[in-house]
């Protein structure tokens, strides 16, 4: 049964770093294309950042210099590094493993900007 399960989510001041976890468990991770999604509370879930199996990244203009994904195949984890965090960054942060029409969605996890 294929799983995502996030980690490292909380409450951080302004101008804070948090480091998010995803790990993966019934699906050959490296395949996938990983992604980090978040929705903050009245809108639409965004894309933020993407890991793709072949080794590119993209990232949101919102995210783009402060936030960093990076992947360990050898662990079947995603990550998402985030630096110099802004109240704006408030949302729920979702995982996001796909391949072709194959997507597999993360329970979520909080993080909270505040000081």
């Known amino acids: 049964q294929a799983q995502l399960v996030e980690s490292g989510g909380g409450l951080v001041q302004p101008g804070g770093s948090l480091r998010l976890s995803c790990a993966a468990s019934?699906?050959?991770?490296?395949?996938?294309?990983m992604a980090w999604y978040r929705q903050a509370p009245g809108k639409q879930r965004e894309l933020i950042a993407v890991?793709?199996?072949?080794?590119?990244?993209n990232y949101a203009d919102s995210v783009e210099g402060r936030f960093t994904i990076s992947r360990d195949n050898a662990k079947n984890t995603v990550y998402l590094q985030m630096n110099s965090l802004k109240p704006e960054d408030t949302a729920v942060y979702y995982c996001?493993?796909?391949?072709?029409?194959?997507?597999?969605w993360g329970q979520g996890t909080q993080v909270t900007v505040s000081s």
């Open positions: 019934g699906i050959t991770f490296s395949l996938y294309a």
């Open positions: 890991f793709t199996r072949g080794g590119k990244t």
């Open positions: 996001n493993a796909a391949l072709n029409s194959l997507v597999v």
